[in-house]
């Protein structure tokens, strides 16, 4: 009876799928830093818009759905663990600096930076495993305005 049950809890785990791609992961991170401060800003929005794209290869009609979704999926969320999850599985160290500049990026589209947004910056970088001195590295290339 137990070796029966076993059998078909380890079957339904293999046939689980991922509860998020890669893309909507990307998204929803970067939507959780929109909203950390609690004041959308159009030009916060648009810096979401250009680095999702910038991350994600996706055509323009797949990517107004995942600019929707991903701000919808970081609203539901209850931590960022399952997000950055994704990520550490898909993503090179290179790309995972990538992702931590646009937060950045996004950080900064309306000129000033919230605790709040330095925070979250700092929770992402760690759970990423992204070192502290590219951390730091890469708010300063987006505050000196290299890309």
């Known amino acids: 009876m137990l070796k029966s049950f076993l059998k078909l809890f380890e ?4 046939k689980a799928k991922p509860a998020y791609t890669l893309e909507l992961a990307t998204a929803a991170l970067l939507s959780e830093l929109v909203n950390a ?10 810096e979401y818009q250009k680095q999702l794209k910038r991350l994600v290869n996706v055509d323009d009609e797949a ?4 600019l929707d979704k991903g701000r919808e999926t970081a609203d539901e969320a209850v931590d960022l663990v399952h997000f950055t999850q994704v990520l550490n599985k898909h993503y090179s160290a290179e790309e995972k600096v990538s992702v931590i500049k646009s937060l950045w990026a996004i950080a900064y589209a309306d000129e000033s930076l919230a605790p709040l947004e330095e925070s979250t910056i700092r929770q992402i970088a760690d759970l990423l495993y992204v070192p502290h001195s590219q951390y730091i590295k890469t708010k300063l290339e987006v505050i000196e305005g290299t890309n």
């Open 11 to 14: 079957e339904s785990h293999k």
């Open 37 to 46: 401060d609690n004041q959308v800003t159009e030009t916060e929005k648009d």
């Open 63 to 66: 990517m107004a759905l995942l």
